[in-house]
């Protein structure tokens, strides 16, 4: 049962546009989120996090957005550049248990055409 | 800073052959992972490490897998024997301490059993 799902496997985009990576989890027991970015041949990189007492952080052209009682959250690029072509992973945990284990969805490919 | 180094960055070998794979987390760190990421898949954790102790071995195929992190630094991960299933990439991972969520990945290796 996957906990972490990111529905959409590839998404693309024009450059300057908004990009919108979307993320949906079961586990009514996740509080913390967190988007990884990954180039290939290269591990994960860590973009942006948020914790449930939020709604919305951000970091400079990035910004992730929560809705707990949809448990759904999404990762905005304002504007895309095509150096943001890379798989985006979205994580969850529990930070009130002690595994402080990373669930992963399966990823979506960003692709920004210039 | 230098980040988290994995070597090999890449291994082929033939069924039931052994192989390892070496992993220097970022200095400081005391937690180390390691994951394991199927094709198309997000990265699946195998075991953490809170300096020299193993603390969640639970995903572990124990079987065929076994994984050591003397002096509570560098660690090593084996596979003996591995199978055709084995394929993948295998990922190392490394956060200040436990409660940091955000943890900083090495670029992996891929692993080709043939």
């Known amino acids: 049962d996957q906990q972490v799902k990111q529905n959409s496997p590839s998404l693309s985009v024009q450059e300057g546009r908004i990009s919108i990576l979307n993320c949906d989890y079961t586990?009514?027991?996740?509080?913390?989120f967190l988007w990884y970015k990954k180039y290939p041949a290269e591990g994960p990189t860590f973009l942006i996090s948020?914790?449930?007492?939020?709604d919305k952080n951000e970091d400079g052209r990035f910004t992730v957005f929560l809705n707990k009682s949809a448990k759904h959250l999404s990762l905005h690029i304002v504007p895309s550049q095509p150096g943001d072509s890379a798989v985006y992973f979205c994580a969850a945990a529990d930070s009130g248990g002690s595994n402080y284990k990373l669930t992963f969805g399966k990823g979506t490919l960003l692709t920004v055409n210039p | 800073e230098a980040g988290v180094v994995q070597s090999p960055r890449y291994k082929i070998i033939e069924k039931k052959q052994p192989v390892a794979f070496w992993c220097n987390p970022i200095?400081?760190?005391?937690?180390l992972y390691w994951y394991l990421q199927n094709l198309g898949q997000g990265p699946e954790l195998l075991i953490r490490?809170?300096?020299?102790?193993?603390?969640?071995d639970s995903q572990l195929p124990k079987d065929r897998f076994s994984a050591e992190r003397l002096k509570g630094v560098d660690s090593t991960l084996k596979i003996q024997p591995a199978e055709l299933g084995d394929s993948a990439v295998y990922l190392c991972?490394?956060?200040?301490?436990?409660?940091?969520?955000?943890?900083?990945f090495g670029p992996g290796t891929r692993l080709t059993v043939l």
């Open positions: 586990n009514s027991m996740f509080d913390y």
């Open positions: 200095s400081g760190h005391n937690t």
């Open positions: 991972a490394s956060s200040l301490e436990a409660g940091a969520y955000t943890q900083y």
């Open positions: 490490y809170e300096n020299e102790e193993a603390v969640d």
């Open positions: 948020i914790s449930s007492i939020k």
